[in-house]
């Protein structure tokens, strides 16, 4: 630099922070006598070598060093290898994301320097320091300042990880991160919580199945699956404990399967066929109309994906329990359209806005005081919402808090969710399907 003019935008040191594959380097551009910029690159024997020959010639100068960076990265791909939950496939698909992507730096609060690959998020970085923080993360704060957990990273931003011990590793977080060390917990974790789960449906379908004078067995089990269109028991079990089967209508199962004939009242009215049923509810129009004539039909709005005006829904004709109104995004609504659809409704919202459904809110934050004040003031005050109850929990400086409350529709619903996301210290804001 003393004979050629540098270009300092185009300075690379590689040696204070090596690459987490092991190359170390000084990468400088200089202006050249025939004005062209020539790009020099300075490095020892050892680290030319490395460069050259890759990660076998790291070995030949290990002893004379201690645990270099690339000593942490076989560690990482040690750990990954050894989970016990991973598959060959999605070791390699995590695996060679890695291997051909930038990288960035980034610090801990403490000044601590940690390597990630360049389009690393915040919730990245808080697997990078630990499984345990960031199965835990909730939010983080970058040079002071408050992001979600999709926030993506830059070089040289100073990284702080906010976390509750009441969270848990969600699927959709597989969208945002991209380190194999972060998707491998991620997907561990749902694992296992997919099991645990699983085994809390088998009880809940055990004691149904009890009720229903039936036997969980090996053939009643086959045949509920394919019943449902499900694969795996796993599976079933699962989605049993998550309500998105709701256990009230293997009664359907069960009567196919003559398991609740004692249980049929003595007297009955004369029965009505449900091609007549359902030309009572419609009357001269296609669709039944949800919010007029409440008190001349027989209908409820399903709890497994709780809907509101403004939803796309149908209505389903139970064998004793009216008719069931259903999101068309409900996830059991393929399985009654395929299954049933001589039993599927039209439905649609009447405009009246008086009309106020309850709808579910979920909620967390910095626990900051006036924070709950804010809350209420903007559904109260501003949006003029009523509520039937609210719950807020802190710990650790972060509160979750979860709102029912009565809305016209999803516009209305929507709205209240935008308004509370500009509430200062607000981490996230969603819909809770069922109440």
């Given amino acids: ?54 990660y076998a010639a790291h070995w030949k100068y290990k002893e004379s060093s201690g645990e270099s960076a690339l000593d942490e990265w076989i560690k990482k791909i040690r750990e990954l290898l050894e989970n016990p939950d991973s598959n ?136 509920l699956l394919a019943y449902y269109k499900i694969p795996t028991s796993l599976e079933l079990f699962y989605r049993v404990a998550k309500g998105i089967i709701d256990v009230q209508d293997l009664k359907e199962f069960a009567i196919e399967k003559g398991g609740i004939k004692a249980r049929t009242p003595a007297k009955q009215d004369a029965p009505v066929s449900l091609e007549q049923l359902v030309k009572n509810v419609r009357g001269s129009s296609d669709n039944l109309v949800i919010g007029e004539n409440l008190e001349r039909i027989d209908y409820k709005l399903s709890p497994c994906c709780n809907p509101i005006p403004g939803d796309d829904v149908f209505g389903f004709i139970t064998v004793n329990e009216g008719i069931k109104i259903h999101r068309v995004s409900c996830p059991n609504a393929i399985r009654l359209m395929s299954n049933y659809a001589y039993r599927i409704v039209k439905a649609k919202w009447t405009n009246q806005q008086q009309i106020a459904f309850l709808a579910g809110v979920r909620l967390t934050g910095l626990d900051d005081v006036g924070v709950v004040n804010k809350i209420s003031k903007v559904i ?24 029912m409350l009565f809305v016209h529709d999803t516009a209305h619903l929507d709205k209240l969710i935008k308004k509370l996301k500009e509430i200062h210290g607000i981490l996230t804001v969603g819909r809770i399907d069922a109440a």
Avoid at 121 to 143: P, Q, R
Avoid at 177 to 189: D, E, G, L, N
Avoid at 380 to 402: A, T
């Fill in 88 to 223: 060959a496939l999605d070791f390699i698909d995590d695996f060679k994301l890695n291997l051909f992507s930038d990288e960035m730096f980034v610090f801990t609060p403490k000044g601590e320097l940690k390597t990630l690959p360049g389009n690393a998020t915040a919730l990245d970085f808080a697997f990078e320091i630990h499984s345990d923080v960031g199965s835990k993360c909730i939010g983080a704060k970058v040079n002071h300042k408050l992001v979600p957990l999709s926030h993506k990273l830059r070089s040289g931003d100073q990284v702080e990880i906010l976390t509750s011990n009441k969270q848990t590793p969600k699927e959709d977080w597989l969208s945002y991160v991209v380190t194999a060390k972060a998707k491998s917990k991620i997907k561990t974790a749902l694992k296992e919580e997919k099991k645990k789960l699983a085994e809390d449906g088998k009880e809940i379908l055990e004691r149904k199945f009890r009720h229903l004078k039936l036997e969980l067995n090996h053939e009643n089990l086959n045949e």
């Fill in 1 to 54: 630099t003393d004979f050629y003019h540098p270009n300092p935008d185009r300075l690379r040191d590689w040696i204070s922070t090596p690459k987490a594959n092991g190359y170390e380097s000084l990468h400088t551009t200089v202006m050249g006598p025939g004005g062209k910029w020539v790009e020099v690159q300075i490095r020892s024997k050892r680290m030319d070598e490395i460069a050259e020959k890759g």
């Fill in 380 to 403: 109260s005050s501003e949006l003029k919402v009523n509520m039937r109850s609210i719950s807020i929990e802190s710990n650790d400086g972060i509160f979750e808090g979860k709102i």
